[in-house]
């Protein structure tokens, strides 16, 4: 039972452009979001996070979008740098509760 | 520096072998966490532990086994009896008294079984 969900498994993007990784939940009960950046042979390392009772939350290049009617969050990255290539993780937790949940992870390739 | 290690970065055995893996923090997190990341798949939690002589299973505990001795070690064995043991494994920490959990990883460790 899959609870979070990145159904696009790679994503490629031009230099400058925008790139939009996106993550489905399940479970209402999620109120805290984080994304993570993982670069090949090394550990995942914190991005950005939002909570619940917010719909956006902005940090330099990043923004995340929540849309929990939708039950569905987004990461925005513009503009697009090389060094953005890695793997991004989407993952929730329930306030209190000990346990991210992770999805399957994105590979965004940034293209020269 | 603070931070979590994870030793060795690359690990062989031979099938039927026992193996630990290591993972120290100095962040004074009270939570410590194993996950292990197969191609193509999300991080999929094997123990995690709160307390010092205290821990949990995750999702994926067979054929794993885990110690909480010091706040600051939470090495993991994978034995024999993990069907399909090679994969990269992360280890992770965070303050338990934080509202929301945001874990911090080491580098992980890349185990092959021969």
């Known amino acids: 039972d899959q609870q979070v969900k990145q159904n696009s498994p790679s994503l490629s993007v031009q230099e400058g452009r925008i790139s939009i990784l996106n993550c489905d939940y399940t479970?209402?009960?999620?109120?805290?979001f984080l994304w993570y950046k993982k670069y090949p042979a090394e550990g995942p390392t914190f991005l950005i996070s939002i909570s619940s009772i917010k719909d956006k939350n902005e940090d330099g290049r990043f923004t995340v979008f929540l849309n929990k009617s939708a039950k569905h969050l987004s990461l925005h990255i513009v503009p697009s740098q090389p060094g953005d290539s890695a793997v991004y993780f989407c993952a929730a937790i329930i306030q209190g509760a000990q346990k991210l949940v992770f999805g399957q992870g994105t590979r965004l390739t940034i293209n020269p | 520096d603070g931070g979590i290690t994870q030793s060795p970065k690359y690990l062989f055995r031979k099938e039927g072998q026992n193996v630990t893996l290591s993972c120290e923090q100095n962040l004074n997190h009270d939570a410590m966490y194993w996950y292990r990341q197969d191609p193509g798949q999300g991080l999929r939690l094997i123990y995690y532990?709160?307390?010092?002589?205290?821990?949990q299973k995750g999702d994926i505990a067979e054929g794993y086994s885990v110690s909480r001795e010091k706040k600051e070690s939470f090495p993991l064995t994978v034995t024999s009896a993990q069907k399909n043991p090679t994969a990269f494994y992360l280890c992770?920490?965070?303050?338990?008294?934080?509202?929301?959990?945001?874990?911090?990883f080491g580098p992980g460790t890349r185990l092959t079984v021969l």
């Open positions: 479970n209402s009960m999620f109120d805290y």
């Open positions: 992770a920490s965070s303050m338990l008294a934080s509202s929301y959990n945001e874990q911090f």
């Open positions: 532990s709160q307390i010092v002589n205290d821990f």
